[in-house]
């Protein structure tokens, strides 16, 4: 059977490209890691993938800004292939630092601003899947999705998150306590596509049972880090909706 060939794209800093790679792999994707500066010298390394991981960590240091330096270096070095590969309905997801780098980039709707409580955090959160979003990462999740933050600059921001809603742009909201003062508790939000998607929490950091502190609990029965809570249902719904294209 032929793989999806999928590329993650990481820049400087980035911490999570390799997290990213193995969640492709287990769910049946041909992956290749790249930096940006890499990607800008060879364009054609896009055109060749069917589906685009931007990954999280801290790009270029996040120097002026979280996400800014990446997300100049992809929208200056490959706004033609980039916007391309989305028109052309491409699944692509931005995490952390990457969906910082693709609302700068203009490919997704609001920005990502400090947290409210001015302190960088790094916890474990829960995400409910909103049953109205076109989303594609999203479809069909009906548990929650368990998935650790880690960052400063994670609060979502957008002037009319009812807007948002209405046209099915709002994929996940945290339950429970909103980890950084996101409005209207959004987590993560796509296109009016449903194909770019863009999210706070990391996925690619639970795509096996045992990655959540209390998995030693779900083996004795409790819903705790279970399977059903994994985030690497979001990369099988990126491959799959790959796949069918």
């Known amino acids: 059977m032929t ?3 999928a590329i993650v794209i990481a820049g400087p800093g980035t911490n999570r490209d390799a997290d990213a790679r193995d969640a492709l792999e287990l769910v049946g ?3 290749e890691v790249v930096l940006a500066s890499e990607l800008i010298a060879r364009p054609s390394r896009l ?7 931007v990954a999280g960590g801290f790009s270029h240091a996040d120097a002026l800004g979280a996400g800014r330096m990446l997300a100049l270096d992809l929208t200056v070095g490959l706004a033609d292939e980039l916007r391309s590969f989305v028109d052309a ?9 990457g969906f910082q780098v693709l609302t700068r980039a203009g490919l997704l709707p609001g920005a990502l601003g400090h947290n409210r409580s001015g302190t960088f955090d790094c916890r474990w959160v829960e995400l409910a899947p909103v049953a109205s979003s076109v989303c594609i990462w999203t479809r069909g999740i009906a ?3 368990h998935a650790p933050i880690a960052h400063g600059e994670g609060r979502y921001v957008h002037p009319d998150p009812a807007s948002l809603a209405a046209t099915g742009q709002i994929a996940l909201r945290y339950c429970g306590r909103n980890p950084n003062g996101s409005v209207d508790d959004i987590a993560g939000v796509c296109d009016t596509t449903g194909a770019v998607m863009g999210l706070m929490p990391h996925p690619e950091n639970h795509i096996v049972s045992r990655q959540h502190p209390l998995h030693r609990r779900a083996a004795a029965g409790t819903a705790n880090g279970s399977a059903n809570h994994l985030g690497l249902q ?6 799959r909706y790959a796949e069918a294209r």
Do not use: S, Y
């Open 29 to 31: 994707a041909d992956v």
């Open 89 to 97: 309905g491409h699944p692509l997801i931005g995490i952390c630092n």
């Open 143 to 145: 548990d929650t999705i």
């Open 234 to 239: 979001i990369f099988q719904n990126g491959v």
């Open 3 to 5: 793989r999806v060939p």
């Open 47 to 53: 055109a060749e993938a069917r589906l685009a991981v």
